[in-house]
C-alpha cells in the first residue's frame, strides 16, 4: 500500500542536479563528461572548485538534527505502512556497519553512526507494525573491485579527477578485500539480513551477485523465526514483485508490483534546485496511491533529507496531507483487493478497490450537483438493495450518514451526497459500499 522510502548519503551534501536528473547520481555525472557540457561539472567548478573530490563531501555529512524517532513518526502519521532505507548507494557509502568488507561507511567515516541500525531498532520498539526494509545497490560506480564485473553506468575502478585527468580520486574506507561479490557485496546483504533483521531486501542495479545463496538464508531465517520477507525482481533472482521508477501501469496487473517515485517530479535524493511547489502534493499522493492499489500494486514514496538529517518542510507537510486522508479514507485503500474488472475503466476518473465484506467507489473528480455518477462502461457493479454506501470523510464513523442510491437498468449508478459533506474532503472522494449480507454472502457470490 502506502510506503515511504529515504535516499540519503553523502549526495545529500552537494544535494543538486539539473532538471530531470536524479540528485543521488551527482558523482556519476561529476564525471560523465568531465567537461563543461555537464551540467553538474559546472555547478561543481562554479560552487566548490576544482580542488574538491566528492568523497571530501563525507565530512560535510553531518546528520546534527538525526532523530530517527521523528523520521518513523512522520512516516506513520503520513499513513506509511512499511519504509525502505538505502543502506548503499551507487557511490559505495554504506548507512550500517559494514564490518570487514570495507570501512566506507557511516560506521567508521564522518559522522560515526550505524543509521540503519539506530532506524531499525527504533521501528521495532516504538512502531513493531511498521514493516521494515532496506535498498542495497548491487553494484559501485567506482570500487576498485568492482572493475571485473563492470557493466554499463557501473564500470568499477577508480575514477580519474574530474578537473585533473592524471590523477585518480580516492575512495575512502576500502579495505583490501581478495572477490567484491563474495567478500563485499554478499556478506553485506547477509549482514542486512541477519543482524539487521530487514523484512524487504530492495536490491538496485542489477548485475552480478549470489543472490540465491542469499535468498536461501533469507528465508529461512524469517521462517524458523516466525516473520515474513520479501525481495525485488531488482535482486536478481527469485523475485515477489516487480518495482517499474516513475511510472505506473496504464491496466491491471495480476503479478505483484511496486511503483517507486520520488516526492521531486524528477528526483529520489535532496535536489535544492527544486522549487517546493514542484513536490508531489496531497492531491497527487492520494490519487496516485489509489490509482495504483486498484491494479494490484503498491506505492514506494521516496524522500531527501539533507545531510543534517532534515526532512524538509513541503516534503513532511504533503505527506501529513496525504496521511489525513488515508487517516478517514484509509478503508478503502488498506487492505483491499483489486477488482477483476478494474481494467474496463483504467484511465477514467474512478477506481474500485474490495474487502470480502465492502466495494468502494473511489472519485478523482469531485461530485457536485448533489450526487455522483458512476458509468463502469456496461459493467454492472457489485451492489445490491440493502447495501449501504457512506463517504468516507473526517467525520466519525456513527456520524456519517447512509447516502441514497439508484442503479438503472443499464448499470449506471448514482449516489446522492450533499455538497456539505462532499467539502469536507479533499483530494479523492472514497464511497463505501457495506454490504447488507456480507456474513451470509462473501463478494466472490455477486461476481
Not at 551534501?13 to 559546472?42: C, F, I, K, M
Not at 548507494?89 to 540503519?116: E, I, Q
Amino acid at each position: 500500500m502506502g510506503s515511504c522510502n529515504i535516499h540519503w548519503g553523502i549526495y545529500s551534501v552537494p544535494a543538486w542536479a539539473p532538471p530531470g536528473s536524479y540528485a543521488e547520481w551527482y558523482n556519476w555525472r561529476l564525471h560523465n563528461p568531465p567537461n563543461a557540457s555537464s551540467p553538474t561539472w559546472v555547478h561543481h567548478l562554479d560552487t566548490y572548485g576544482k580542488d574538491v573530490v566528492y568523497d571530501d563531501f563525507i565530512a560535510n555529512f553531518t546528520a546534527s538534527t538525526w532523530d530517527p524517532k521523528a523520521w518513523l513518526d512522520l512516516f506513520t502519521d503520513a499513513g506509511a505502512k512499511y519504509f525502505v532505507i538505502v543502506t548503499k548507494h551507487h557511490d559505495g557509502y554504506g548507512l550500517f556497519d559494514t564490518k570487514n568488507t570495507t570501512h566506507r561507511s557511516s560506521v567508521y567515516l564522518n559522522p560515526y553512526r550505524d543509521f540503519v541500525k539506530e532506524l531499525m531498532e527504533t521501528a521495532k520498539a516504538d512502531y513493531p507494525d511498521l514493516h521494515r526494509g532496506t535498498y542495497y545497490s548491487l553494484a559501485e560506480w567506482f570500487n576498485p573491485y568492482f572493475l571485473k564485473y563492470g557493466f554499463d553506468s557501473f564500470p568499477g575502478g577508480l575514477t580519474r579527477n574530474a578537473f585533473n585527468a592524471s590523477g585518480l580520486e580516492p575512495y575512502t574506507g576500502m579495505l583490501n578485500i581478495s572477490d567484491y561479490i563474495e567478500d563485499l557485496q554478499y556478506p553485506q546483504m547477509l549482514s542486512l539480513a541477519l543482524d539487521y533483521g530487514t523484512e524487504i531486501m530492495w536490491c538496485d542495479t542489477g548485475g552480478p551477485n549470489k543472490t540465491l545463496e542469499f535468498a536461501a538464508q533469507f528465508y529461512n531465517t524469517a521462517m524458523q523465526n516466525g516473520y515474513q520477507v520479501t525481495m525485488n525482481n531488482r535482486c536478481g533472482a527469485v523475485p515477489d514483485f516487480d518495482t517499474p521508477e516513475y511510472t505506473t501501469s496504464g491496466s491491471l496487473s495480476t503479478r505483484r508490483w511496486e511503483t517507486n517515485e520520488g516526492m521531486d517530479p524528477f528526483s529520489y535524493g535532496l535536489n535544492t534546485a527544486t522549487n517546493a511547489s514542484e513536490y508531489k502534493n496531497g492531491t497527487t499522493i492520494i490519487q496516485t496511491l489509489v490509482d495504483v492499489v486498484s491494479k494490484n500494486g503498491n506505492y514506494l514514496l521516496d524522500i531527501g533529507p539533507t545531510a543534517e538529517a532534515d526532512i524538509i518542510g513541503p516534503m513532511a507537510d504533503n505527506l501529513l496531507d496525504a496521511g489525513k486522508w488515508l487517516n478517514y479514507a484509509g478503508g478503502c485503500v488498506y487492505a483491499t483487493d483489486y477488482w477483476y474488472q478494474a481494467s474496463q475503466d483504467p484511465t477514467g476518473s474512478f477506481r474500485f478497490l474490495t474487502t470480502p465484506k465492502t466495494f468502494c467507489i473511489i472519485a478523482f473528480n469531485k461530485p457536485s450537483g448533489g450526487q455522483v455518477t458512476v458509468d463502469a462502461g456496461g459493467v454492472v457493479l457489485p451492489i445490491q438493495k440493502g447495501d449501504r454506501v457512506i463517504l468516507l470523510g473526517p467525520s466519525s464513523e456513527n456520524e456519517q450518514q447512509s447516502l441514497e442510491w439508484d442503479m438503472d437498468g443499464s448499470g449506471v449508478l448514482t449516489i446522492m451526497v450533499s455538497q456539505d459533506e462532499v467539502d469536507r474532503v479533499d483530494y479523492a472522494w472514497a464511497l463505501q459500499v457495506t454490504y447488507s449480507d456480507a456474513e451470509e454472502n462473501p463478494i466472490s457470490d455477486r461476481l
